[in-house]
């Protein structure tokens, strides 16, 4: 491993990780629950119904894959709070930084994906008719995948940044100081 630079394997299954979570995210959005509605002349109800449901697979799919490439970079780092300590400097504050914001994003994109595929999954079946002229499908709103997308593209750049930062503050050696003298000097009273 070269001079703070990080293993390029950690990398490269980061990235990987990070950029198929995001394909299944954007194909959960192109593929999401569509409901119409059907009348049923015989029990005098209307009901809709749903297109496929493999939007939750994909849903399910892009949370697994960020969160197996989150897993991996903290394995590799140990959490940043386990394993050789950071040494001091402009490094260790940036990793610090790019940590924090990475868990954040991290935890948004998981949010959105989960809250995307459980509320595709969800489907009204029966509904009687009655008195209700704006009668709709409960469908998944537009956008919920695609800003599970955005942050999974964020966390795969603050997870990079933070490695990279994570691998030079643990092996750059902390800066010590060099005193000319160790005593503190004292000035003669002329």
């Not at 995210?25 to 593929?31: M, N, P, Q, T």
Request: charged content about 15%.
């Amino acid at each position: 491993m070269a001079e703070g630079k990080g293993s390029s394997l950690v990398h490269l299954l980061v990235i990987v990780l990070s950029l198929t979570a995001f394909g299944f995210a954007i194909a959960a959005e192109r593929r999401r629950s569509t409901g119409v509605l059907h009348d049923d002349n015989v029990t005098n109800r209307t009901y809709c119904v749903y297109t496929s449901d493999v939007a939750t697979g994909y849903g399910v799919g892009a949370f697994l894959f960020l969160l197996s490439g989150e897993a991996l970079l903290m394995g590799v780092t140990k959490c940043m709070c386990f394993g050789r300590p950071l040494s001091p400097g402009s490094n260790r504050a940036w990793a610090i930084i790019y940590f924090i914001s990475s868990w954040l994003t991290f935890l948004v994109a998981e949010a959105c994906v989960v809250a995307g595929a459980k509320k595709n999954a969800y489907h009204t079946k029966y509904r009687d008719m009655i008195l209700a002229e704006n009668f709709s499908c409960e469908t998944l709103r537009k956008g919920v995948f695609i800003a599970g997308a955005v942050f999974i593209v964020a966390t795969m750049i603050l997870n990079v940044y933070f490695y990279m930062y994570f691998t030079k503050a643990t092996t750059q050696p902390a800066h010590k100081t060099n005193r000319t003298s160790s005593n503190v000097g004292m000035a003669g009273f002329a």
